[in-house]
């Protein structure tokens, strides 16, 4: 079976809105950095004996549905790939000069690895915890969201937009839904 990319609207609704909100011409220097983060996950996947099935872009970020490899740390090494390649893109943009996409770059690999279930942190504390530790997983989420929000809040306030205060909200939702879903499922 070959893999497939599939696109949300969601995805091409925000892609749309960045484009018009793009003063700086920011947003092809954070699609590149997306393209190589995404990029180390499949790459470690395949060579963990893992198979991508699709990959799908929604208006919260890319969703790889795939068959992970056995074993919680070959699991937890998929989801570090991208954070790891997003890392070793800034070291690389940083020593050729290209500042605002080494910015990019470790802005989105920071961001990825907060703890929240749907970003990469999250998934690696699943991974690592074997799906346990639901308690202290909950509250390191709940404490990672109101942090998003908190500084969405700030950032808004001082002038900087309500962009990071949207992320939170639909970080925050999407990893409610998560944690909710798996105690229900215990």
């Known amino acids: 079976m070959r893999s497939r990319i599939e696109v949300r609207d969601g995805f091409l ?50 969703v790889l549905h795939c068959a992970l490899p056995e074993g919680r740390f070959a699991r937890a090494a998929v989801c570090l790939a991208g954070p790891a390649a997003s890392f070793a893109l800034t070291a690389l943009a940083q020593a050729c000069g290209w500042y605002r996409l080494a910015g990019a770059s ?13 970003l990469d942190g ?3 504390l699943e991974h690592l915890c074997a799906g346990g530790a639901l308690a202290g997983r909950a509250v390191l989420a709940l404490c990672s969201a109101a942090g998003l929000l908190l500084g969405g809040l700030w950032l808004l306030h001082a002038g900087g937009g309500c962009w990071l205060l949207l992320i939170g909200a639909l970080i925050g939702a999407k990893s409610a839904k998560n944690l909710a879903n798996s105690i229900r499922m215990r």
């Open 122 to 124: 999250g998934m690696v």
């Open 106 to 118: 470790v802005l989105l690999g920071v961001f990825n690895l907060l703890p929240l279930p749907p």
């Open 13 to 62: 609704v925000l892609l749309a809105a960045l484009w018009c909100a793009d003063r700086t011409n920011v947003l092809p220097l954070f699609l590149a950095a997306a393209a190589v983060h995404e990029g180390g996950h499949m790459l470690v996947l395949r060579l963990s004996g893992g198979r991508l099935h699709r990959l799908t872009l929604t208006g919260c970020g890319a």
